[in-house]
């Protein structure tokens, strides 16, 4: 069974704080992902790594940076949190050749005051 | 650039009674779409996916059709539980990179005892 799990589920940081999400999947997928969900946008992909130090940008990277130093992990990480950055984030992961096929964490809710 | 919508936003239905959730895409060369549902404060997990040569696919009480020329799909659930209380999301995978998936903003269904 995949599992897909994420550090917090609720998280409270203050503006200009750094702030890092982790993400940890136990299936040996090569494909992660970040995404943001908010009200009425739907979810929206931040970042994806296809592979151990690889990354690339999804629609909206600005204010946000990754880190996969190992296949299993991914962080997603905000230099300097803004209120606009309050958001559920969610963490998938996929096989290389099935990216469709993602499996998805139970989410962080972050609050940023 | 590919939108996804989902309407109504939210439906509250009787038990026992089938139900239909839209979906519309606006741009029809898609690789595939695929039907998800969200329980609160978790992640995704999928229902079904449909390919682009595909018109329907069946999983026990859901079946979801696709009409790719009127940029439509649809899924239908069958005698409705108390248990498919949830968010329904449908997201579509389009050309433009094998990552590019555009979710929908969501049906929130209420089914009543």
Same mark, same amino acid.
């Given at each position: ?35 943001r969900q ?12 296809y ?17 996969r ?10 230099e ?12 998938a992961?996929?096989?290389?050749p ?12 972050l609050t940023?005051? | 650039?590919?939108e996804?919508?989902?309407i ?9 009674e =089938?139900?239909?959730? =839209? ?7 898609i690789? =595939? ?5 969200q ?5 995704l ?17 859901? =079946? ?9 799909s ?8 108390p248990?498919?209380?949830?968010t ?8 433009g990179?094998?990552?590019?998936v ?12």
């Open positions: 069974d995949v599992k897909v799990t994420q550090s917090s589920r609720y998280l409270v940081k203050r503006t200009g704080e750094k702030v890092f999400l982790e993400c940890v999947q136990d299936m040996d997928h090569e494909n992660m992902f970040w995404y908010d009200p009425g946008l739907g979810l929206r992909l931040i970042y994806f790594s592979d151990v130090k690889m990354k690339e940008k999804g629609d909206i990277p600005e204010g946000y940076s990754v880190s130093e190992k296949k299993e992990r991914f962080s997603l990480i905000l300097s949190a803004s209120t606009n950055q309050t958001s559920m984030y969610l963490c992961s996929s096989r290389r099935r990216v469709y096929e993602q499996y998805f964490g139970p989410g962080t809710r940023v005051t | 650039k590919q996804v919508t989902q109504p936003a939210a439906l509250s239905v009787p038990e026992g =089938n139900l239909v959730l =839209n979906c519309s895409f606006t741009d029809s060369a690789y =595939n779409l695929q039907w998800f549902r329980d609160p404060g978790k992640g997990t999928s229902l079904l996916l449909i390919q682009s040569s595909q018109r329907e696919q069946t999983s026990g009480r859901l =079946n979801a059709s696709l009409d790719k020329s009127s940029g439509r649809t899924l239908y659930i069958a005698a409705s539980q248990g498919d209380s949830a329904y999301l449908c997201a579509v995978r389009s050309p990179g094998y990552q590019k555009t979710f929908g903003t969501g049906t929130k269904l209420q089914v009543i005892p």
